[in-house]
Nanobody, 119 residues
């Protein structure tokens, strides 16, 4: 079994910063792609940023230049550094990972962490 455990959410004023972390544990053979999604109240879950080993990261347009995704392969951990936060960044942020367990890969989700940006 695999678990994704997130941390780092909270309440911050507009213009502030937060760093989210997500660590994969359990029966992890190899972590392929890792990503962060977010879901604001009344809206659909959307992809924020993603990263694969050896590849260029992807960012959705509203966060380009403000958010940075990175990963530590040795720790099976992905980070999301969020700077210059805006009230519209308020959402529950979910970690997502494509994880290989022997010859098969599965997609896993974290439990979500609340990010609230006050104006």
């Amino acid at each position: 079994q695999v678990q994704l455990v997130e941390s780092g959410g909270g309440l911050v004023q507009a213009g502030g910063s937060l760093r989210l972390s997500c660590a994969a544990s359990g029966s992890v053979f190899r972590v392929n792609a890792m990503a962060w999604y977010r879901q604001a109240p009344g809206k659909q879950r959307e992809l924020v940023a993603s990263i694969i080993s050896g590849g260029s990261p992807y960012y959705t347009d509203p966060v380009k230049g403000r958010f940075t995704i990175s990963r530590d392969n040795a720790k099976n951990t992905v980070y999301l550094q969020m700077n210059s936060l805006k009230p519209e960044d308020t959402a529950v942020y979910y970690c997502n990972a494509d994880i290989a367990q022997s010859t098969l890969s599965y997609t896993y989700w974290g439990q979500g962490t609340q990010v609230t940006v006050s104006s």
